[in-house]
């Protein structure tokens, strides 16, 4: 792996911790707004840090006319819903019962998630034996994450929706990366600012509807929210461009196994969340998933 510069490691590394400490961020920003509020502020902080960084370096938006813009933006349309104001929404609401670091390990479902997406929707990208077996252990991981009796749940219990409500999301971040991956060719960053625009425009007036204004929000919850839309939506952003651009998309795949590692730490550390063999054996289980699925694109990486 010598043509990986050094520094992009360290750029995944601090990428994933951002990522991984959002989940504790939402907990904390529930204490004083609505799960609404939360994705609709951390949407507009994030949205609006992209439009000065991509107008101050000449990026723009998308493409408004032309053949292929009507087609690019339906994409857009497609990735604020499904990567951004449906799974920030479900998260929040689902943290106002489940721990954050719940919520982190739920995340580590995505890759596999998007195998059976791309197996249909993706040309070249094919469902191996190897992958199967990696998405069978992985979904293991899943029910001893949720727990049995979810699934035989009647929907009375709040706990056992809010745990879906969580992994639904994760369901909604895999959908939005097949969007991702079928976008057109556009400029990264303008592209991103574009879909965080739209994202915004859906969840304010939602959140103003049904929560109204925010009034009297804590100090701390207020700080959480700022972290919330300027580092995990917008900041993460700029690095999350930077290393597809110098080392690859394979390459920043790595974070998958770093963000649930993270928010349980962070979860456990600094919210004093309890930490039950259960979420240790689940996060194991859709790790190994991840990684047998992903194996293949691996060896690749460290051949290189």
């Not at 190897?130 to 709040?158: D, H």
């Not at 990366?177 to 600012?193: E, H, K, N, S, Y």
């Not at 009034?215 to 900041?235: E, N, Q, R, W």
């Not at 998933?289 to 194996?295: E, F, P, Y």
Request: with cysteine; charged share 10%.
């Amino acid at each position: 792996m010598t043509d990986i510069a050094p520094v992009n490691w360290l750029r995944i590394v601090v990428l994933a911790a951002i990522w991984g400490a959002s989940f504790m961020s939402v907990s904390v920003a529930l204490e004083g707004v609505g799960p609404l509020t939360v994705a609709a502020a951390r949407l507009s902080l994030g949205a609006a840090f992209l439009v000065i960084l991509s107008f101050a370096t000449g990026h723009l938006l998308p493409p408004l006319r032309g053949r292929p813009a009507g087609r690019i933006w339906a994409f857009v349309l497609a990735m604020a819903l499904f990567s951004n104001a449906m799974p920030f929404a479900l998260l929040s609401w689902g943290q106002q019962v489940v721990a954050s670091g719940f919520a982190g390990v739920c995340m580590a479902v995505v890759p596999l998630l998007v195998l059976p997406l791309a197996h249909v929707f993706v040309p070249g990208e094919v469902m191996t034996l190897r992958r199967l077996a990696g998405f069978a252990i992985g979904t293991g991981g899943v029910i001893v994450l949720i727990g049995p009796g979810a699934f035989a749940s009647t929907g009375e219990s709040f706990e056992s929706l809010a745990k879906l409500a969580c992994v639904g999301a994760a369901c909604c971040y895999a959908l939005g990366g097949i969007f991702t991956r079928l976008c057109p060719a556009v400029d990264l960053l303008a592209l991103a600012t574009a879909v965080l625009l739209v994202a915004a425009t859906i969840c304010v007036p939602l959140a103003l509807y049904v929560e109204g204004w925010p009034a009297d929000v804590p100090p701390l919850s207020l700080a959480a929210l700022l972290y919330l839309g300027i580092l995990p939506t917008g900041v993460a952003q700029i690095l999350l461009v930077t290393v597809i651009r110098d080392a690859g998309p394979v390459f920043l795949g790595l974070v998958n196994y770093q963000v649930p590692v993270w928010s349980v730490i962070f979860g456990v550390v600094l919210l004093a969340e309890p930490l039950p063999p259960s979420l240790l054996l689940a996060m194991g289980l859709i790790l190994t998933g991840v990684a047998l699925s992903q194996l293949g694109a691996l060896r690749r990486l460290f051949r290189r």
